[in-house]
């Protein structure tokens, strides 16, 4: 797949961060390509499928008789089935395409080895493939997260195999002498990836632990998915969108080292939490709890770091959604982080545990995070990577209002219609009829189905979009303008 | 489409992404920062101390609370409020006497006594609607902590057996078994507590099994 046949002059050679120039722009941009977009298009094919398998267990709670006849659309069976299409789907392949485009641009080489990664692309969603097939099947793993039979998981470790191998020689042979923040990230993200799913495997299927440990790995694998493997590659993207559009740099060294240790120290004991009122010993839920809160120091210190540079550049907003997305993500980062650590202490937890809540907080991390700056970062790279521009505003327009407001009905309905439900179970006296509590929870179901609803339009214009900007002629000059390299920064740099 | 500016974005919004840094100097101005000493110092000094200040009270407040609820790292202290083994020497809960008489009743007597306490006539003497069981609770403890042995009259029938010390029960599970007895199967007499037992038990000792003649001085 490599591509140097269009620079004869820069073959690649070891990049002893010395003698190697660093390839154009354009042209890694260029040789990239066939990768990113197999892995952004089967991303945003698994966001469809997603949208609507979410749509129809979001109506299954309200309207128990939808779609009930057909044994592989039964509730037990389609909501882990949105489960593993929305996380191994469109979560990761989406991570995968922004992931390597941020990093053969700042390895700044030409793509080398790119059959690697088509051939991961390829295993990958097969194996996503098996995995839903499976679940809708009956084949399920009882673990939230990790619903998937054990025959998918060795063809997607397969897969990652390869983008292992890729990743770590790109950065080996990169061209450029410094790693920048979002390397950093992307490389941690790529090596917990493999080492959290290997042992979830391995301890809650093949070779079960026995009794309540099976249940602490499950958790510590599902919130480690979320902490340690989507919100690394959201915080690389958002890490490179935010200084590119605005031309400055990251606002402190400091802070982003800080932020980059202290997160992925803390946020992997954080999904303990999830234990409480379980029948753990005592210390573990404590240590989730306590983790929870110190996760703050980084999600603080992070915060600082994007705000402070978009600090007097908030009308760049209008102009670039890009930037708008991934803005968007990184305020819910901040905002679901604080509520995560309010929410992990066990007295909130007596009133919120298995309400709705949890899933609005879910989602508020899965989609209104991580799936917001995932698409910042495509509405970034897809255009470059096409050497075409974006055909229309108002497409973009519908995507970001459709998705912002869903995204926020759905939390509010789940998040407010949770916590009623769980004050009312907590409160026999005044409630003694469970019915009645669930009835009163209707209301706020129908809300998240209409948010469900709303997103699913934006989805669908997104959609409609990419495959617009895929069949659209390359225009060379939109190509040109759009990975020419200006020298504001230079400046800054001395 | 192609009259596209980057540094002044125009009013068809949305159209693309300006690129205002490129990576190289993405890289550069970080590299720069990293290696840059007086930083610090520069628009924001009293950032850092804030951050370090924000660091110590998270580091507070989660020490507090490991302290309090963190159950000192014992793998056998499941509820953060209570102890180790806390499930298994509840204080706090309530207990069932007569469930728990009933259970101890299973277990010791019912192979003699019977499961409705009727007994077996030639063999073993009824519980049910005797005095032996309804009246003297000084007679019946000892009875059940010594045993008893020789002939004995209960409801105009006469029995000579054995029956055999149960001293080895709990003062609690024989105040239980007792009280289930007492107020079992028709009969209504008061409980008899497990420091009445305890008294008891402190107050003879040991001893073989008493005969029908010497509980006389206990009957009231």
């Known amino acids: 797949m490599s591509d140097s046949s269009a620079n004869p002059d820069k073959i690649q050679k070891r990049g002893d961060s010395s003698g190697a120039e660093p390839a154009a722009l354009s042209s890694i941009d260029h040789s990239i390509r066939v990768p990113v ?45 949105t489960t593993t299409v929305f996380l191994y789907g469109w979560a990761t392949n989406a991570g995968f ?44 793993n009882a673990r939230e997260g990790l619903e998937m039979p054990g025959y998918a998981a060795p063809i997607l470790l397969l897969a990652f195999v390869f983008i292992a191998v890729w990743t770590v020689l790109t950065f080996c042979y990169r061209r450029s002498r410094h790693a920048y923040v979002s390397q950093w990230y992307i490389l941690a993200a790529l090596f917990w990836f493999p080492a959290i799913f290997g042992i979830a495997m391995l301890m809650t299927v093949y070779a079960p632990a026995r009794g309540i440990l099976q249940s602490v790995v499950g958790w510590w694998y599902t919130h480690n998915l979320y902490a340690l493997w989507l919100t690394p590659l959201g915080l690389a993207a958002v890490y490179y969108i935010i200084p590119k559009v605005l031309g400055k740099p990251v606002h402190s060294y400091y802070l982003a080292s800080a932020g980059f240790w202290s997160y992925l120290f803390f946020a992997s004991w954080a999904g303990m939490h999830h234990l409480s009122g379980g029948p753990v010993p005592a210390w573990i839920v404590s240590t989730g709890v306590t983790a929870s809160l110190l996760v703050l120091f980084p999600v603080f ?43 992990s202490f066990r007295s909130v937890k007596e009133v919120l545990h298995f309400t709705h809540f949890t899933d609005g907080q879910m989602q508020w ?4 995070w991580f799936t917001m700056a995932m698409f910042g970062a495509f509405y970034y790279f897809l255009p470059r990577v096409l050497g075409r521009e974006w055909p229309s505003s108002t497409l973009i327009r519908v995507h970001f209002w459709s998705s912002a407001s869903g995204i926020v009905l759905y939390v509010f309905a789940m998040c407010i219609g949770g916590w009623i439900q769980g004050s009312q179970m907590n409160n026999p ?20 189905s209409l948010g469900g609803l709303i997103l699913l339009v934006g989805h669908a214009a997104f959609a409609l979009h990419c495959l617009w900007l895929l069949l659209l002629p390359k225009t060379a000059e939109a190509g040109a303008s759009l990975t020419s390299e200006p020298e504001s920064m230079k400046l800054a740099a001395k | 489409m192609t009259d596209h500016n980057q540094n002044k974005p125009g009013p068809r919004e949305g159209r693309l992404d300006p690129e205002a840094a490129s990576d190289e100097s993405l890289q550069d101005v970080h590299a720069a920062l990293a290696h840059r ?79 409705e306490g009727q007994g077996i006539p030639g063999a073993f003497p009824p519980l049910v609607e005797t005095d032996w069981v309804t009246g003297s609770k000084d007679r019946l403890v000892r009875v059940v902590l010594h045993g008893l042995q020789g002939p004995i009259e209960v409801r105009g029938e006469q029995y000579d057996g054995v029956m055999q010390p149960f001293g080895h029960l709990s003062d609690q599970h024989v105040a239980a078994v007792l009280t289930y007895i007492r107020q079992d199967w028709g009969n209504d007499a008061s409980e008899v507590t497990e420091e009445e037992v305890a008294a008891i038990r402190s107050e003879v000792g040991s001893r073989g099994a008493w005969t029908a003649e010497e509980l006389e001085p206990y009957v009231d």
């Open chain 1, 37 to 81: 977009v197999l892995f952004a298009a089967a991303a945003i094919a698994w966001l469809l499928v997603g949208s609507v398998f979410g749509l129809i267990t979001s109506f299954k709670l309200h309207t128990a008789g939808f779609l009930g006849n057909w044994e592989w659309l039964t509730y037990g069976r389609v909501r882990p089935a």
């Open chain 2, 37 to 115: 000493k007086d930083e610090v110092s520069e628009g924001f000094p009293i950032m850092p101390i804030m951050i370090v200040l924000f660091f110590s009270v998270l580091m507070l407040v989660g020490g507090i609370y490991m302290a309090n609820y963190g159950g000192r790292f014992d793998p056998l202290v499941y509820d953060e409020r209570k102890g180790p083994m806390a499930a298994v020497a509840d204080e706090d809960e309530e207990i069932d006497i007569v469930a728990l008489g009933g259970q101890v009743y299973q277990r010791n007597c019912q192979a003699c006594h019977q499961a």
């Open chain 1, 429 to 448: 006296e005044a409630y003694p009829d469970f019915v009645e509590i669930v009835r009163n929870t209707l209301p706020w179901l129908v809300m998240a």
């Open chain 1, 301 to 343: 210190i992070i915060g600082l770091n994007h705000h402070l540079a978009m600090k007097g550049n908030f009308a760049v907003l209008r102009t670039s959604p890009g930037l708008r997305f991934a803005y968007f993500g990184a305020v819910a980062f901040t905002a679901v982080s604080v509520v995560a650590a309010l929410t």
């Open chain 1, 365 to 368: 991390g899965l989609y209104a």
């Open chain 1, 97 to 140: 395409a922004a992931g390597f485009w941020i990093m053969a641009r700042l390895s700044r080489n030409l793509l080398q080895n790119g059959t690697l990664l088509n051939t991961a692309a390829v295993f990958w969603n097969i194996g996503v493939l098996v995995a839903v097939a499976g679940i809708l099947l009956g084949d399920l």
